[in-house]
């Protein structure tokens, strides 16, 4: 039960599993999967983060598939504490388990804080104000940084034309629904393939609508395998940039 190092402190605002544990409630995992999604209720982009493109490696790298295990290895071992030490009896049938506030704080005394969620898709824009627009939008799934060594789309800013602009870099979360409308974060849908390939439809998704200059792929078609009707809200509070925009197809 090793604590878990949360690099992402002091910029992430969006919390979901810290959020759910101070409901009094603890997810259980083998609820969150891709079958339990209602994608008619839609899903969600939550932008908060957004720094100058050239700050971008201040930034801790971005990787689903650790902040996924971290999430899940969290979780399990806090079940492990409600069952071991508090007799909990725990049914896969449910979505949660009910907790109060002493277990609460052995659990955070013996894990630490829950792990905060990793910002899966990032869009680089140019300009400011109303001439502010989105040239590339990408997803976060390496586990090295995509800007080390260079960023073909950074590369490509270099062109003369974009000579002046301010060039910012914003990242959200992603959360689906489910049919009781409750959140689901990305990181706690099994199997890890299964989020992946979530990422991978969303950001098809996005680059097809809003067809960014510095794209190349998805363009031409929309190579989601899910339904998206999803509301994107920007919470930076630098600009209003896709605040309330929902894409649909």
Same mark, same amino acid.
């Given at each position: 039960m090793k604590r878990i190092k949360k690099d992402m402190d002091k910029y992430s605002k969006i919390k979901p599993l810290e959020y759910m544990m101070k409901r009094g409630k603890?997810?259980?995992?083998?609820?969150?999967?891709?079958?339990?999604?209602n994608y008619e209720y839609g899903?969600?982009?939550?932008?908060?983060?957004?720094?100058?493109?050239?700050?971008?490696?201040?930034?801790?790298?971005?990787?689903?598939?650790?902040?996924?295990?971290?999430?899940?290895?969290?979780?399990?071992? =806090?079940? !492990?504490? &409600?069952?071991?030490?508090?007799?909990?009896? #725990?049914?896969?049938?449910?979505?949660?388990?009910?907790v109060d506030g002493e277990q609460i704080r052995e659990i955070k005394y013996q894990l630490g804080d829950p792990p905060v969620h990793c910002y899966p898709?990032?869009?680089?824009?140019?300009?400011?104000?109303?001439?502010?627009?989105?040239?590339?939008?990408?997803?976060?799934?390496?586990?090295?940084?995509?800007?080390?060594g260079g960023h073909l789309a950074a590369l490509k800013l270099n062109d003369p034309k974009y000579d002046g602009l301010e060039k910012n870099i914003y990242f959200g979360c992603l959360n689906f629904l489910d049919s009781e409308k409750e959140s689901v974060p990305l990181e706690w849908i099994r199997p890890y393939?299964? =989020?992946? !390939?979530? &990422?991978?439809?969303?950001?098809?998704?996005? #680059?097809?609508?809003?067809?960014?200059?510095?794209?190349?792929?998805?363009?031409e078609n929309n190579h989601s395998k899910i339904p998206v009707s999803l509301m994107i809200e920007n919470w930076s509070g630098q600009s209003d940039i896709l605040h309330s925009t929902q894409v649909a197809y």
């Open positions: 603890i997810p259980l995992l083998e609820y969150y999967k891709k079958s339990n999604l899903l969600f982009l939550g932008i908060d983060i957004v720094i100058p493109l050239h700050k971008v490696l201040d930034l801790p790298a971005q990787d689903l598939e650790n902040s996924w295990q971290n999430t899940q290895n969290y979780i399990n071992s =806090a079940l !492990e504490i &409600l069952q071991e030490e508090y007799n909990e009896d #725990i049914e896969d049938i449910n979505s949660t388990i009910d898709i990032y869009i680089i824009t140019t300009g400011k104000g109303k001439n502010e627009k989105v040239v590339y939008i990408g997803k976060t799934s390496s586990k090295n940084h995509r800007f080390a393939d299964h =989020a992946k !390939e979530l &990422l991978t439809s969303v950001e098809a998704c996005l #680059i097809y609508h809003f067809k960014p200059e510095l794209n190349s792929e998805h363009i």
